[in-house]
């Protein structure tokens, strides 16, 4: 089956705006994680989901990102009143429960915050 | 909190060198270490974890609990071997992985 996917590949916004990022994961993978990945940063965590749990949010670095799935499939990044160090390469992984170690990187979104 | 260090940010070597990259990390408890490999132009992927204690296109991890380390190694460097290497944690009851900052490894011809 497909893979990971995510859109838009690329997003230019302005600063103050508002984005949404779109995460679909391999059909059967219960765990979905979102990380950013930024020049000389590695990737950085950001949230996880997994089941019906309350998602791991100890990884968003504001109050103005936010995230969502919804039916245990599709995820949404919303990152709200955009700022220039928000641009990065935004990742989303999903996995099975119980190999979280072994995830599946989708191709990942490069925000630019102009 | 976990941490994990890989302090070289670039590596060159010439085709058919051997090649170590360095990974450590800070965790008290016991860990799963992973190293992930993004090739130009390509995605993320697992390239392999320490708990298979497997050899993956000629690589191969130790994990050292005693140094604290997870090297990754060949010994005899490709040129399709130039990627991202990023050395991975991940908690014994968590999901969640710690990335390191990545080595990009250039095999020189």
């Known amino acids: 089956g497909a893979g990971v996917s995510q859109s838009p590949s690329n997003k230019v916004t302005e600063k103050g705006k508002d984005v949404e990022l779109r995460c679909d994961p391999i059909?059967?993978?219960?765990?979905l994680y979102w990380y950013r990945q930024s020049l000389g940063q590695g990737l950085e965590f950001l949230i996880y989901f997994q089941g019906n749990s309350a998602p791991d949010k100890s990884g968003l670095p504001s109050d103005r990102f936010s995230a969502e799935r919804t039916g245990g499939s599709v995820s949404t990044l919303t990152i709200q009143r955009t700022q220039q160090e928000d641009s990065a390469v935004y990742l989303c992984?999903?996995?099975?429960?119980?190999?979280?170690?072994?995830?599946?990187f989708g191709p990942g979104t490069r925000l630019t915050v102009l | 909190a976990q941490r994990v260090t890989q302090p070289e940010k670039l590596l060159s070597v010439f085709k058919g060198a051997p090649v170590e990259l360095k990974c450590n990390y800070s965790?008290?408890?016991?860990?799963?270490l992973f190293w992930y490999v993004q090739y130009s132009r390509q995605r993320l992927q697992l390239l392999l974890r320490?708990?298979s204690r497997e050899s993956i296109k000629g690589f191969t991890a130790d994990l050292n609990k005693g140094e604290t380390s997870f090297h990754l190694k060949k010994p005899f460097a490709q040129e399709e071997d130039s990627a991202m290497y990023y050395c991975?944690?991940?908690?014994?009851?968590?999901?969640?992985?710690?990335f390191g900052e990545g080595t990009q490894l250039t095999v020189n011809p």
């Open positions: 059909s059967g993978h219960t765990a």
């Open positions: 992984a999903s996995s099975y429960p119980g190999l979280a170690g072994y995830q599946f």
């Open positions: 991975a944690l991940k908690e014994t009851s968590g999901s969640r992985l710690t």
């Open positions: 320490h708990i």
């Open positions: 965790y008290s408890g016991s860990p799963e």
